[in-house]
């Protein structure tokens, strides 16, 4: 099981942090993902993390303002945003599977294979 929290309604340029928090397995075996969505528009892939090897990936949208990074012993991962714009308005869900963080030709992709895992989501609402 899977549990965001954290989302709310800040302005522009401001910060929130996402948690999500693992239940039933342990994240160190897993690789977890944030993704985020909004209404008519597909669900798209913004940071994941293997908190075991401390691999990560980012959207290029967010490189140099999202972290995400993991607190293993307490199945923890976090999705840390800075300098907030409206364009990151969404409902961020967090997803866990096995090798979802692909290497190929020098760097780390994710991968477009389902997950298994999913939180409910969190509203992120960004003001202008």
């Known amino acids: 099981q899977l549990v965001e929290s954290g989302g709310g309604l800040v302005q522009a340029g401001e910060s929130l942090t996402l948690s999500c928090a693992a239940s039933g397995f342990p994240t160190d075996d897993y690789e977890i993902g944030w993704f985020r969505q909004v209404p008519g528009k597909e669900r798209e892939g913004v940071a994941a993390i293997s908190p075991r090897d401390g691999i990560t990936w980012y959207k290029d949208s967010v490189k140099g303002r999202f972290t995400i990074s993991s607190d293993n012993g307490q199945n923890l991962v976090y999705l840390q945003m800075n300098s907030l714009k409206p364009g990151d308005t969404a409902v961020y869900y967090c997803?866990?599977?096995?090798?979802?963080?692909?290497?190929?030709?020098?760097?780390?992709?994710?991968?477009?294979?389902?997950?298994?895992?999913w939180g409910q989501g969190t509203q992120v609402t960004i003001s202008t």
């Open positions: 997803a866990a599977d096995r090798n979802r963080l692909v290497y190929y030709n020098g760097r780390y992709y994710l991968s477009l294979m389902p997950y298994d895992y």
